[in-house]
């Protein structure tokens, strides 16, 4: 079962996804907040799976409870799911900075939304084409630093080459395709480049492969 916590000021968009996650089987919503301060509390006592975090919210927005929770190691298993009011939110780069695992906009299709907490749930980053691509790449492309080259250095070239498949935002079963592996094969390089960038997931590894230069906005 996935259990889901919800913070939103709004107590329309709670209601609304609480009547869609609980409509499925496999999913529970287990917290409400409407506050940053409140949902930092109640993710604190509930410990979900997931939790879908709305950026503006008073008393601590959700940028702030997002860095509260991914710094507290008792929450180390629960993934945040940012909620943006529009596709090109200038609050992004910021949002992967803080440990933020996906983005879905508030207007997404239900199924989207049901499809985003599976994946993340799974232990995936929310990287599907469209409006999570272009918001990754425009945090990546504003949150450039020194490239970690040192880090890089201890990937082999296929780890390389999955990389910067991860940093496109294909599948695993994707990159096994492409690079003519099995979907196993391909899952265990992500995890050994995890491992070896000490990343939180997989929007990590796509904020790696833009500041490094393997990847740029528009490749495919």
Do not use: C
């Amino acid at each position: 079962m996935i259990s889901v916590f919800l913070a939103d000021d709004q107590g329309l968009v709670r209601g609304g996804f609480r009547a869609l996650l609980e409509s499925e089987s496999d999913m529970t919503v287990v917290g409400e907040a409407a506050s940053g301060a409140a949902a930092v509390e109640g993710i604190a006592a509930t410990h979900p799976d997931i939790v879908l975090m709305d950026i503006r919210m008073p008393d601590g927005d959700g940028l702030w409870a997002t860095r509260e929770v991914v710094g507290r190691a008792e929450l180390s298993a629960t993934r945040i799911v940012v909620v943006t009011t529009f596709e090109l939110d200038e609050y992004v780069a910021e949002a992967i900075r803080s440990g933020a695992s996906g983005f879905l906009v508030k207007d997404t299709e239900p199924t989207e939304l049901i499809r985003a907490v599976r994946v993340v749930a799974a232990g995936d980053a929310l990287l599907s084409p469209g409006a999570t691509r272009s918001l990754l790449e425009r945090a990546a492309d504003g949150m450039r630093e020194a490239p970690p080259t040192r880090e890089l250095d201890a990937l082999t070239t296929r780890e390389r080459e999955v990389l910067v498949l991860v940093a496109q935002g294909l599948t695993n079963d994707e990159i096994a395709q492409r690079l003519f592996l099995s979907p196993l094969t391909a899952k265990t390089h992500v995890s050994r480049i995890m491992a070896k960038l000490g990343a939180r997931d997989r929007v990590h590894l796509v904020v790696v492969g833009y500041e490094s230069g393997l990847v740029r906005p528009g490749w495919s």
